[in-house]
């Protein structure tokens, strides 16, 4: 793995000075940025074009959310090259963590997060994978509104429908029910496992877990797996 280029984006100083120390001990990780406020995060990020933005969702003058979308946008348009962005959030605050799920973030963590977790979520996210901290995710599920899962059983085979939040989530799950296995495997890409990880926790091959991720990503029209993650989450797919 190459060195992995972060900007922090985090208005309190004691925590973004904090930070900043603890990865600069990790060697495989650089910060080539920091900012105390959106206005100069936003410019900073256009400057160094990282590999990750960690983005505090509550700065004083635009909040994460807003920075995250409006760089987004950016990124989308050809201004600079892909940057995921890592949000953070106060667990303890549900408007908070349902406002950064609905950012369009690549991943998701809770401030209050150990440092070797946030590690985590910085290399998982740099492999392309969605990073989801099981608070946020609890946080998510409990103000979806949905209906109990039917489980029909046909020819020996139990799949399960869901009852998605959205309309179009419901659409395309009542057409294409995903499997128990298919289940499993996606809670698994939600909480940031790779391939071999999953494979090592259900018991299969890599070749097979490949292939299940193959038919969740169709099934849930998702074009990779951080997208598949956040469908999972937004319709009430994993618990």
Not at 14 to 42: C, D, H, M, P, W
Not at 85 to 113: C, E, P, Q, R
Not at 160 to 172: G, K, L, R, S, W
Not at 194 to 204: D, F, G, H, P, R
Request: charged content about 25%; aromatic content about 4%; hydrophobic content about 40%.
């Amino acid at each position: 793995m190459g060195e992995i280029r972060v900007v922090l984006v985090e208005d309190h100083d004691l925590t973004r000075v904090g930070l900043r120390t603890a990865l600069q001990q990790e060697n495989n990780i650089q910060v080539v940025g920091e900012a105390a406020n959106a206005k100069s995060g936003f410019e900073i990020l256009k400057q160094t074009q990282p590999d990750i933005a960690i983005i505090d969702i509550g700065l004083p003058d635009m909040d994460g959310i807003e920075l995250t979308q409006k760089f987004k946008q950016y990124i989308s348009h050809g201004g600079v090259r892909e940057t995921k962005v890592l949000i953070l959030t106060m667990h303890d605050n549900d408007d908070a963590v349902m406002g950064a799920f609905a950012a369009g973030a690549d991943s998701y963590s809770v401030k209050d997060v150990s440092i070797d977790k946030l590690k985590d979520a910085i290399y998982t996210t740099f492999e392309g994978n969605a990073w989801i901290d099981p608070v946020i995710a609890r946080t998510v599920l409990k103000q979806a509104k949905k209906k109990p899962p039917e489980i029909p059983v046909s020819n020996d085979i139990r799949t399960v429908t869901i009852n998605a939040v959205e309309p179009e989530y419901q659409e395309f799950l009542e057409s294409c029910p995903l499997t128990e296995r298919e289940l499993e495997v996606l809670e698994l890409i939600v909480a940031g496992r790779s391939n071999a990880e999953i494979a090592e926790k259900l018991y299969i091959t890599v070749g097979t877990v490949k292939t299940h991720v193959r038919n969740i990503l169709n099934k849930l029209c998702a074009d990779d797996r951080t997208q598949a993650a956040v469908r999972a989450l937004r319709s009430g797919l994993v618990g």
